[in-house]
């Protein structure tokens, strides 16, 4: 039997003219990520792309658990196609679908049939592959409302695929449908999911992580090498810029308002991640910021940060409580890493009571006070020392 995956589209088959360049940006997703496991076929017909593999080789198996990952993909399913001929799909189905139904109570069959030539209509064929399949398994029960197994039979162009039901895919739009974004990576819960919810909606990422040594650790820097690892199974292959920020922070520490320290701070991040992705062709910075979670995230705060940069700034899980955010980090497996007990460079010089309320007006003379073009020139310094490491799909 000939197996293969079927992968379809969701909102992305409601675009209009340019449809072709979102469907071309999938097809180079799905090669890319498969590319390690085996010689694939991959090609589009009616809303679905196809994945066939060329050889006995190939790791259908492994290939159908990446794809169940890559964003504009909204359903898929392992499927095995045979001509469309009504005793051929009654011998098939039974046979692929067997080890399955032996174990299963209930079933109910689904037809769909697009190709209309085909001599039975989608009914005719779901009550007709039922019956053989009772005829091999007799202890199964018809239940079309809440079945253990649903048996799908698709008539298309191509062929007749029969499968089980869909399994969800991603969704969402294909990575570098909507540009680029430089996200700002602090090795916490928060940031892997904006990575994620931004990859959804058609973003290709790089990541800056902002680390001091030796106030942070190598097990810190570790931590986000493997939050990278663990992420690009969605995002897809991306850069990961590890920036040395000790002689920022501690000229900050040392010429700043103390009260203020992560505000300036922060700034002084945004303009080193802005340098970055002017760099390396990112339109847009992308953080894990909730609102009122801590004090650098009020209101005030934001707002004085925001502009220090003149990138647009993006902050997916800004509504969102811990929970909500926690319940997609363990989603995409990075949560357990997320809170390995390593400091960051945001934990520390941290004041004890920070403002929660500065005014920009406050924010800016405070900088003027440090020595701007000293500051500039130490940012400058960590941008262009920033070191650079590739992080693929594995």
Same mark, same amino acid.
């Given at each position: 039997?000939?197996?293969?995956?079927?992968?379809?589209?969701?909102?992305?088959?409601?675009?209009?003219?340019?449809?072709?360049?979102?469907?071309?940006?999938?097809?180079?997703?799905?090669?890319?990520?498969?590319?390690?496991?085996?010689?694939?076929?991959?090609?589009?017909?009616?809303?679905?792309?196809?994945?066939?593999?060329?050889?006995?080789? /190939?790791?259908?198996?492994?290939?159908?658990?990446?794809?169940?990952?890559?964003? *504009?993909?909204?359903?898929?399913?392992?499927?095995?196609?045979?001509?469309?001929?009504?005793?051929?799909?009654?011998?098939?189905?039974?046979?692929?679908? %067997?080890?399955?139904?032996?174990?299963?109570?209930?079933?109910?069959?689904?037809?769909?049939?697009?190709?209309?030539?085909?001599?039975?209509?989608?009914? %005719?064929?779901?009550?007709?592959?039922?019956?053989?399949?009772?005829?091999?398994?007799?202890?199964?029960?018809?239940?079309?409302?809440?079945?253990?197994?649903?048996?799908?039979?698709?008539?298309?162009?191509? *062929?007749?695929?029969?499968?089980?039901?869909? &399994?969800? *895919?991603?969704?969402?739009?294909?990575? /570098?449908?909507?540009?680029?974004?430089?996200?700002?990576?602090?090795?916490?819960?928060?940031?892997?999911?904006?990575?994620?919810?931004?990859?959804?909606?058609?973003?290709?990422?790089?990541?800056?992580?902002?680390?001091?040594?030796?106030?942070?650790?190598?097990?810190?820097?570790?931590?986000?090498?493997?939050?990278?690892?663990?992420?690009?199974?969605?995002?897809?292959?991306?850069?990961?810029?590890?920036?040395?920020?000790?002689?920022?922070?501690?000229?900050?520490?040392?010429?700043?308002?103390?009260?203020?320290?992560?505000?300036?701070?922060?700034?002084?991040?945004?303009?080193?991640? %802005?340098?970055?992705?002017?760099?390396?062709?990112? *339109?847009?910075? @992308?953080?894990?910021?909730?609102?009122?979670?801590?004090?650098?995230?009020?209101?005030?705060?934001?707002?004085?940060?925001?502009?220090?940069?003149?990138?647009? @700034?993006?902050?997916?899980?800004?509504?969102?409580?811990?929970?909500?955010?926690?319940?997609?980090?363990?989603?995409?497996?990075?949560?357990?890493?997320?809170?390995?007990?390593?400091?960051?460079?945001?934990?520390?010089?941290?004041?004890?009571?920070?403002?929660?309320?500065?005014?920009?007006?406050?924010?800016?003379?405070?900088?003027?006070?440090?020595?701007?073009?000293?500051?500039?020139?130490?940012?400058?310094?960590?941008?262009?020392?920033?070191?650079?490491?590739?992080?693929?799909? &594995?």
């Amino acid at each position: 039997m000939k197996q293969l995956i079927m992968c379809y589209l969701g909102e992305m088959a409601l675009k209009g003219l340019n449809k072709s360049t979102f469907e071309a940006q999938l097809a180079k997703s799905i090669r890319r990520r498969i590319k390690n496991l085996g010689q694939f076929k991959v090609y589009k017909a009616q809303s679905t792309f196809y994945i066939e593999p060329e050889d006995e080789f /190939s790791d259908v198996d492994g290939a159908f658990e990446k794809v169940k990952k890559i964003f *504009g993909i909204a359903a898929v399913s392992k499927a095995v196609v045979t001509e469309k001929n009504f005793d051929k799909i009654a011998e098939i189905a039974p046979i692929y679908l %067997e080890d399955t139904l032996h174990d299963a109570r209930t079933f109910k069959v689904a037809a769909k049939r697009s190709d209309k030539s085909f001599p039975m209509g989608s009914l %005719e064929i779901s009550k007709e592959i039922g019956a053989a399949i009772l005829r091999k398994f007799p202890h199964l029960k018809v239940d079309v409302h809440n079945p253990q197994v649903t048996v799908m039979v698709e008539i298309r162009d191509f *062929g007749a695929y029969i499968h089980e039901a869909k &399994q969800p *895919g991603a969704g969402g739009m294909p990575v /570098s449908s909507s540009g680029k974004g430089a996200l700002m990576l602090s090795g916490g819960i928060d940031s892997p999911v904006a990575a994620y919810m931004m990859a959804k909606r058609g973003m290709s990422i790089m990541s800056v992580h902002f680390a001091s040594p030796p106030y942070t650790s190598e097990r810190a820097r570790q931590k986000v090498i493997t939050l990278c690892e663990k992420v690009v199974d969605y995002t897809g292959d991306m850069n990961l810029f590890i920036v040395p920020f000790t002689t920022v922070q501690e000229y900050i520490r040392d010429n700043g308002v103390p009260e203020l320290f992560t505000i300036l701070m922060r700034r002084s991040m945004m303009r080193i991640t %802005e340098n970055l992705a002017n760099k390396y062709g990112a *339109g847009a910075i @992308i953080t894990g910021e909730s609102l009122g979670q801590v004090a650098s995230q009020t209101l005030s705060a934001i707002t004085a940060t925001n502009a220090s940069v003149n990138m647009p @700034i993006f902050r997916p899980v800004i509504g969102m409580d811990k929970t909500e955010i926690t319940d997609i980090a363990r989603k995409i497996d990075t949560f357990e890493t997320s809170i390995l007990p390593y400091e960051d460079c945001c934990t520390i010089f941290t004041p004890p009571h920070p403002k929660t309320k500065p005014s920009l007006e406050e924010v800016v003379e405070a900088e003027k006070s440090m020595g701007l073009e000293e500051l500039f020139r130490l940012e400058e310094s960590a941008a262009v020392e920033a070191e650079k490491l590739r992080i693929n799909v &594995q």
